[in-house]
């Protein structure tokens, strides 16, 4: 075999680490501050009615996905018929139940915080710190 052959093999062979770009924030989302659900263990485990986003601020309306663990809720937003102004992955506005939301704690870290951002992929996401 020829020397170029036996580096083009040898190179082949040689196992090389493969790196997963991870999502990062960009940017924080100003106007924005982050929620977190709030459920009991019961509601948390009803898999048939997720608190979910709504189009509109009425009882009525179709949910349209479920909300996450975390929320960004629009400071000084709207709260209408028991809902708040907020939005969803996209970016889209929507609505989520008062009632099912809490200002961002966390038991086993009092010091943590949470920041709505954008994130390297262009979509909502949330950064954490301390």
Known sequence: MKLRNL?????TLTPIPALAAGLTPVKPLTGYSCMMLNETAAQAMDFQHP???KLRPFDSEP???????QVAVKIDGRVMNGYVETIDFAFRPRWVAQKYLAPYHAKADPSA????????NGHLGFKYGH
């Open 51 to 53: 608190v979910s986003f």
């Open 63 to 69: 949910d349209i996905a479920p909300v996450g663990n």
């Open 7 to 11: 580096l083009a093999l040898a190179l």
């Open 113 to 120: 915080t949470c920041t709505p951002a954008v994130m390297s």
